[in-house]
């Protein structure tokens, strides 16, 4: 049974800065990021290959938020800078079983969660 562990839940100010990281069990997947805010919808915030080689971001986080990865610990990360209000949400981990380079945008190409990890940027 493959497990996500997310870590870094946070309260930063706006402008500030955080970093989330997502342990995996087992073998490699392609990574991603999403997150829920309250009354919506989860969406995609950023993804990577499994060789690390090939990332994708939402527009709304470009130039702010970056995911890498480390294959030796297994684990992901999501640094996140200029943090605004709008960034407020849960963020959940999710892995992919998806070919070396790839990466997914959408959550329904994701196998595994992640519990999520609550991240509030305050005013």
């Known amino acids: 049974q493959v497990q996500l562990v997310e870590s870094g839940v946070g309260l930063v100010q706006a402008g500030g800065s955080l970093r989330l990281s997502c342990a995996a069990s087992g073998r490699t997947f392609s990574m991603g990021w999403f997150r829920q805010s309250l009354g919506k919808e989860r969406e995609f915030v950023a993804t990577?290959?499994?060789?690390?080689?090939?990332?994708l971001y939402a527009d709304s986080v470009k130039g702010r938020f970056t995911i890498s990865r480390d294959n030796a610990k297994n684990t992901v990360y999501l640094q996140m800078n200029s943090l605004k209000p709008g960034d407020t949400a849960v963020y959940y981990c999710?892995?992919?079983?998806?070919?070396?380079?790839?990466?997914?945008?959408?959550?329904?190409?994701?196998?595994?969660w992640g519990q999520g990890t609550q991240v509030t940027v305050s005013s």
């Open positions: 999710a892995a992919a079983r998806m070919e070396y380079s790839s990466v997914a945008a959408r959550a329904t190409d994701y196998n595994y």
């Open positions: 990577i290959s499994r060789s690390g080689g090939s990332t």
